[in-house]
């Protein structure tokens, strides 16, 4: 703590303290939500099932991630070792990683646990009041967003109590471990979510016409446990990990402004530690004033409090602390870019909007224009998501036209105040798949109508703030990783000595790590969009086959819901080393074979066409599920006409484009940067070939090779 | 033609002489052409439509474009004027502009009328053998090829000799009046050649089940058109641009490494020329040497022959006249890239092929599963493009290691290799529609079973031929494309004296730039394929309409063929105004709102999307459609079952974005960097914003908002 001031001690503190209670307050919430009524035994027994499921994914894929851990610790070691960064920061890099992939799976795994904890309690709740259910539910998904909050804000916090100015190189260990965690949650969330519906569906719905949710489909736990995996535990990951990586830049950034002022440093945390108090408050406000409320206006209604809130305090911090204004001006961008990129995101996928209504129209010519149709508006609202963060860059560009240095300090400034409302975003995000559980349970249960009419109208809403937040989610992770680009060049500058330092792309070698930048999206979706489809065809086929056991379409025997849930969680854990060895290895190998500059035209490519990838698959997939569910409401003929078969085609064309390949793209991008950023202080030593470097890029290669290869085995396979 | 030594000028008129002589030996075909028989009444009949609806075409479009020939002959002479080029120069580029368009609209015009004249011959042909087919088909074909090679060369030497070291000012407005044709030919071409066929087959396969090119559907001749519009007029246009493109951008980095040596500024021609001569002794070798010989082995013996042939003579010219041999190997990898890339579409699209098979494999869990497998197939093959683009630029980073500067010349030599048989690859392409419209007349005269096989076993041939030359005109895109972003550079060092030029994307306005220019291939695809679907939509209630003309489905009255042309034609002319729009003037708006450097980023970001983008949409739209031509052929149940309707969805969905959207991206890409390099020295010029600028801004970005408002107008309109 060498060079702080008295204040500067005292804000730390107090960081540290906003960030416990953070903490407190969700245990409180958690407690809460254990007292209240799980509902009778039938309930119990479906809740029960799910819960085992969930904690069977989890383990399984715990066992995978710890390997990893293990290994990847000794290489962040290596990574400032080598780097002659001195031992405390090494160790401190390593446990910092350790603390960061820890925490990320503390989120994910109790997140989830309090998920599927809670949506029993929604439906039991659901019996007795709409206002209850409506408290529970959004109050199971707020536990996972203080958790991210909380432990976010935590670890930035001691890291930078023990470390001081030398903070940011232990704190890439930090980001590193939540990027890396995020990097799995995702990838094999998406993968799982999309096998178990894909294949509960294609057999359930379509070969057997039975309903979704129907206790004799082997897949149907197994679809309902995909719901938190990829809802739940894969977003808050990931919105995890721009919550750390968007801090552990403007570190980095702030640092470059002045080494000897910590305030630039301090100012991200504050922030923070607002946004964790609004969170707090807006969250608590959440209720339903009375039994005919629309939930979707109580939710907004806190995150309106909460955004009013935070906004007031980083006001009161940039003016009494800081004396500039211009970054609470900055910050605040960064809270619009995010409203912003949900009423795109609203626009372009929303039921009562232009796009999805002449998408839907166009079900009536047959399912080619209706999936033209969907490709056209998706890729243009991939031109507007994109134009809108250019904005964004061009905001901090205008408010720090003054003092050139700091705009890219501006920029992670934006991303520091997109994700302020973590708390609140992730409350939303995972009250999604609990009210989607808690209907499903209805429907196992075969609850009465009114019960079920409410989870009903829960479930809706939750589809709704389900697909904003995903909005947020992408439009931070291309900000987060801007500002670790930015980060990318000060640690060039710093490490070299020299004060220039060009990303050129019209120098050839520049270009080519751009080319070759860019396709990794495109390898990285084509690698993704043929997983689910393996991992879909061998549920379908086990699905099937429980089919054909005697007595279970009379419902006398059970299936065997957890072989299901046992098959998604084996092919998504084996499906992600392909595309992990793809986003970890690949800018190494760039990076030592073309050098530095090179490897920032890489990240360039990967950034934009990232972007624009994840936003197309995301939005075109959402607007054609909504397409459907229009049609189902009614229109053009409703269920069972031509324009329904039609779109039914393009929401399962869409299923693994927005919640399988579009997402996975977020942590993708911020995998690719942070191990450029760790990196890259190697990458400017090895000044010369050694045998040493060659044997380990044809290492590399080969693994990448194999994992391309293995990603295009049979997508139909034998099962024995 | 100061400062030429005695060699050069000789090697110039000889230069001259040889793109005359690919002339001549294009008059000497077509003369062949003329003289074969031209069938019976019938058949002359049904010809007579097509080249009445080819002709009312290309004139209806004419008319549009002579405006805006009339306008930007006033703005090229502008472009130069008001940069301070002198009054020789501005004359000189904009008399430029003149004949690079009227030569890409006669090879467009011309080549497309050989076309339909050639078809009806090869029908009648056929009747008597194959080899007399296949050498009418593929000789009508040549004629567009040679015309190409003919007047890219003959524009780019009668520059060179009036203009010297002053020439790639001047060619600039050559390589514009080809890049603007293109983009009308292409882009026009595209829309009128899906909605053609969308309409015919909607309505007559799908509506009235009666087999593709059945006489009493409205739309079969506006679809015969298409094919010609969009695979020979398009595809000529396309290629001719690149071809002059390479020339303007390989001598302005000739210029830039030696200002006083016009070796390197010759080289580029005298490859052109060998490549002329290449071409005239291959495709003249095309032929069958019995009548069993498969027509695809034929026409490839002929394309290997014309590479031996230019491979050795530029390596003489490389070692006896530059005396450096690596001028001749960079330009040998640029055809190594154009025979790679012919591969990679060749596997990603072909039917033998494990692609194919597997999209075609997964039509039997239906069309959901057909359109990922064949989505995730393309985006994997857009990787693989853009890698081996990738290679070829460290070809020359490679070859030219000892000469930096030499580099980006040598990037566009490779261009200048890649594109050295023009004549052959054209020939093929255009092959494809002659031998397409020769079956749909025999199919509508109802001619006997022997003529019939030989012509549907050209047409498959054609396709093939077709597919593969789609590779190069991509690849060829983007190679251009690189080597003016490298030509634009030289011209930035140029203009402000300074001596080193970056396009840094760390630079948040150079990013700002990037983020935008990487979202125009979305918008313009975006805008495309709803244009093909509002094109479309107007045509299928013309074809509905007449099938309700009493008499008209029992044969007794016939269609208005030429209503439907018509319709196609004002339709595709109508369109590609928004999008030209958007080609031209988005450079201008980024270039003066955020400068020279953010311009750059801009084109970097267009080039690596929009390659992306455009392999992308051109591959997946092939493989769906080998996929339903697989299905025909018996697999999976063949045709009628559901197997097949899968595939006909997938088919469906692919046209547009093989047909329309994807190769609509290659002129875009040019036009873009050609308008950038023309106004980048009046963007330097202006260090200060004048209400001139602003108003000039608003009202630029005020078209473009509304081009973009118009590409969404509903895309089903009514009828009145």
Redesign the interface.
Known sequence: MSGALPFEVGAMWSILGVAIAGLLYAVFLSRQILRADAGNQEMQAVSNSIREGAGAYLNRQLRTIVVFIGILTVALYMTAALAGSGWQIAVGRAAAFLMGSIFSLTVGQIGMRMAVIGNVRVASAAQRSFGEALKIAYRSGTITGMLTDGLGLLGGTIIFIIYGKFAPEVLLGFGFGGTLIALFMRVGGGIYTKAADVGAD?VGKIEQNIPEDDPRNAAVVADLVGDNVGDCAGMAADIFESYEVTIVSAMILGLAIHPFNLKWILFPLLVRAIGVISSIIGTYYVRAFNEKENAFKSIKRGFNLSASTSIIGFVLIAWFYVHDIRLAIATFAGIMLAIVTNYLTEYFTGTEKAPVK?IA??SQ?????L???G???G??S??WA??V??FA??A??LIFHNTPSM??YG?ALCGIGQLTLTGNNIAMDAFGPIADNANGIGEMTHMDKKSRQIMADLDAVGNTTKAVTKGIAIGSAVIAA?SL??A??DTIKVVTGVKD??????N??V??G???G??IP??F???T??A??RAAYLI?NEVRRQFKIPGLMEGKVKPDYAKAVEMCTTAAQRELLGVGALAVLSPIIVGFIFKEAAL??FL??VI??G??MAV?MANTGGAWDNAKKTIEDGLYGGKGSDAHKAS??GD??GD??KDTAGPALNPMIKVINMVSLLIVPLIISFKKWSPFIVIMIVVLLAIVGFAIWYS?RE??PKIG
Do not use: C, H
């Open positions: 294609l002449e129209k166009s010519s047959g399912a080619a224009t999936l033209l149709s490709l056209a508006s890729m243009e991939s031109v994109i134009i963060i250019a860059i061009l901090s560009v705009i890219l920029v801007v680009f930015g990318f060049g330092f060009f990303v050129d792309v019209s050839p070698y270009f080519v751009f080319l070759i860019g396709a495109f390898l979706s084509s690698m969009i043929r689910v489809g379908v920032g035209g360039a490519g934009l066409v972007q624009l197309f039914v085609i399962t064309v693994p484009l295009k997508a139909n």
